[in-house]
């Protein structure tokens, strides 16, 4: 294949899209697998999880660093964050940290912590600059039934633990709101981040407030019932906050109540969700999403050719949409 033309030092071109969107980050899906099953999950949008499983093949430590590297080079993306399934259930994690680290300038990763104990310090070491945990309860009988497992709840308070103390900050704990089962756990999960702050410092730890999304995972409208009014949350935040502070990206509201930053995010209902994505997502199997909530615009990639991955990249620009549609 013709080999891309050079560029001068400095000069790079961008991705952007048919609607003025800059791409800025990559979200890579490395693993479909997973050692927990909650409740919400929707798989990155990848559909169910026997959908998904049926022939399936991992995409590679080598396709992944080359994807990050490309999009660092060329297109001036280097912010990464790796998702799943669970990300450290891949023993080549470390690697690929590693293999990326020269062309980003920050890495993070979003994980159910269960592993995290084990692999934060090699992680930091590595060149990871921090960590996402979910974290929907604090409670072991409803950590259990979110999480469809048992005895898991200390292992993930001990991987947050060790994140903070290897330096994996700030770490944000990824709070899924579900009515009835753990709305009502929001000031115990503040006092979760208030002793996470007092064991590494200040702004150790960020709650974030997620919305849930129905529209995958078990079937949509078994999880409606589920679904928490955050017009009332973000009043109850806002009577209490002494600060609030509005994200640009997807227009997301910061409250501090006491020295605790608590972050809203509701993809859904925020109708800026979409109007200021700023993220191209790489799927489990080597394909880019162009969309969270689309499966019918991925773009494959099916080679390791330099040249090939760009051509794909700035064809997935234009498959990406303006909205979210119901």
């Known amino acids: 294949m013709k080999e891309p033309k050079k560029r001068e030092e400095g000069e790079k071109e961008t991705l952007i899209d048919d609607y003025g969107r800059k791409i800025r980050s990559l979200r890579l899906s ?89 692999y934060a310090v090699e992680l930091a070491d590595a060149g990871l600059n921090r960590v996402n945990v979910s974290l929907d309860s604090l409670k072991e009988e409803k950590y259990d039934f979110i999480t469809s497992s048992r005895n898991n709840l200390p292992r993930v ?51 974030q407030l997620i919305e849930l999304i129905p529209s995958f995972g078990a079937e949509p409208n078994s999880m409606l019932n589920y679904k928490v009014d955050l017009q009332k949350v ?41 109007a200021n994505c700023s993220r191209l997502r790489i799927t489990s199997d080597g394909k880019i999403k162009p969309c969270l909530l689309r499966n019918d615009n991925l773009v494959p990639i099916d080679s390791m050719d330099e040249t090939y991955i760009i051509n794909k990249l700035k064809l997935a620009m234009r498959h990406r949409k303006p909205f979210y549609r119901r």
């Not at 990206?249 to 800026?272: A, C, M, S, W």
């Open 234 to 274: 973000e009043a109850g935040l806002k009577s209490k906050a002494s600060a609030i502070k509005t994200r640009r990206l997807q227009h997301r509201r910061k409250y501090f109540i006491d020295g605790v930053e608590v972050e809203v995010v509701h993809p859904i209902d925020n109708t800026e969700f979409c």
């Open 30 to 118: 490395i693993t479909n697998r997973c050692n927990l099953n909650c409740i919400y999950c929707h798989h990155e949008g990848e559909g169910k999880r026997e959908e998904r499983d049926k022939d399936r093949k991992e995409i590679s430590a080598e396709l992944i660093i080359e994807i990050a590297r490309i999009a660092s080079v060329y297109f001036n993306v280097r912010r990464i964050k790796f998702s799943g399934g669970e990300p450290l259930m891949r023993d080549d994690l470390v690697d690929i940290v590693q293999g990326m680290r020269i062309f980003e300038d920050n890495i993070s990763v979003t994980t159910n912590g269960v592993l995290l104990k084990k």
């Open 157 to 207: 308070i001990d991987g947050t633990y060790s994140a903070i103390d290897a330096g994996l900050t700030p770490v944000k704990l990824n709070m899924v709101l579900l009515r009835g089962i753990n709305e009502d756990e929001i000031v115990g999960m503040m006092d979760f981040v208030r002793e996470c702050n007092k064991r590494g410092g200040e702004e150790m730890a960020i709650l």
